[in-house]
Structure formats: structure tokens, C-alpha cells
């Protein structure tokens, strides 16, 4: 857990999460909380977590996403072996637990290809992308 950053982001929440949040922050240094006093929707929320972004790859999870074993350092060499901008996961959903579960890449993408990709199939939603802050740049 300590090769992430990992930025939570607490929207005003009342039920502990924030006590919970600086308990793991106490013991892993790498983690980052962002605190807002209302919640401003998911996309303020968002905006906020591109804001803290300081590494070359961002992934975010959610609150109902359960990430694989070695998920995520299988899409970040998958990111790097191609130079990929994108690199978008297997995912599947566990009904008994009405949890995302993330599996690891199946498709990389360069940030000429990628947009046209998740337009073409619908794919206007983030928990199991790894996107690289660069593809937000246009320079």
C-alpha cells in the first residue's frame, strides 16, 4: 500500500468515515485526505481529487469497488510496458454484495484512439480506468 498516493476525499460525510480515514492516514503516510464540509456532487468531488493528483497515473475507487490482488500494479505496468494513456480494466459485478469487483487490464489505449473508444461503446464511467494526468493536457 505504501508505493500509491492515495487521496480520499470526504464530502461531509457524519458516520465516522473522516475519524476512520485520518486512523489510516496515522499509519500509512502516502495517504492524503482532502475535506470538504458539504457534498457537492461527484464531479466537485472529482475536480478536487484531479486537483491533489501529483503522480503520472490516477485510478480512482469508490466506495463500492472492491480492487483485485495486484490489480492495480498490473494496469500501471501494463500503462508503462505500452506508454498508454489509458488502460481500462476487466470488472464485473457481485450481486450478493451489490459491490464492483476490478479486475485487472484488458485494454490499453494512447490519447489519440482513446476518446473515440469510449465513445463508441459507452463508457462514460471511471472505476476501472487508470489515466494518465498527462491525457488531460493538450499542450
Excluded at 494513456?85 to 484488458?106: C, E, G, P
Amino acid at each position: 500500500m505504501n508505493q500509491y498516493l492515495i487521496i480520499c476525499y470526504d464530502d461531509g460525510s457524519i458516520d465516522g468515515t473522516l475519524k476512520t480515514l485520518y486512523t489510516y492516514q496515522e499509519k500509512y503516510p502516502n495517504i492524503v485526505i482532502i475535506k470538504n464540509e458539504k457534498n457537492n456532487g461527484i464531479a466537485f468531488a472529482r475536480q478536487q481529487l484531479l486537483n491533489a493528483v501529483k503522480t503520472e497515473y490516477f485510478y480512482f475507487v469508490d466506495a463500492d469497488d472492491i480492487v483485485t490482488n495486484n490489480g492495480l500494479k498490473k494496469m500501471h505496468t501494463a500503462a508503462h510496458s505500452n506508454n498508454a494513456d489509458i488502460v481500462i480494466s476487466k470488472s464485473f459485478m457481485l450481486k450478493k454484495q451489490a459491490k464492483r469487483k476490478i479486475n485487472w487490464f484488458t485494454s490499453q489505449f494512447s490519447h489519440k484512439t482513446s476518446l473515440k473508444y469510449f465513445i463508441n461503446h459507452n463508457l462514460f464511467y471511471l472505476w476501472n480506468v487508470l489515466i494518465k494526468i498527462s491525457f488531460f493536457s493538450y499542450d
